[in-house]
C-alpha cells in the first residue's frame, strides 16, 4: 500500500510541477508577443507586471496544493486507492 501512496504521490507532483512550468512558458511567450505588438512602454511595463502577477499568484495556489498533498498524504491516497478498489 506504501509504495501506491508514494507513486500516486510523485505522479501528482509531477503534474503540478508539468502544468505550472506550462503555465510559465505560456504566460512569458504571451507576454513576449503582446510586447512586441504594443509601442507604448507604459503600457508593456504594465502588461508585464500582470502576466508576472497572475503567473506568480498561480504558482502560489500550485505550491500550496503541494504542500496539502505533503501533508495529508496518507489520509488522501489511502481514501482514493480503497476506493478505487471497491469500485
Do not use: R
Not at 46 to 75: C, D, E, P, R
Amino acid at each position: 500500500m506504501e509504495s501506491k501512496i508514494k507513486k500516486k504521490y510523485f505522479q501528482d507532483c509531477f503534474v503540478v510541477s508539468a502544468f505550472t512550468t506550462m503555465l510559465w512558458v505560456l504566460q512569458i511567450y504571451m507576454i513576449n508577443t503582446v510586447g512586441g505588438i504594443i509601442s507604448d512602454p507604459v503600457t508593456k511595463t504594465a502588461i508585464t507586471i500582470v502576466g508576472i502577477s497572475a503567473a506568480a499568484f498561480a504558482t502560489a495556489s500550485s505550491a500550496a496544493v503541494l504542500v496539502h498533498l505533503k501533508k495529508n498524504t496518507i489520509q488522501i491516497y489511502t481514501e482514493e486507492i480503497m476506493t478505487y478498489q471497491h469500485k
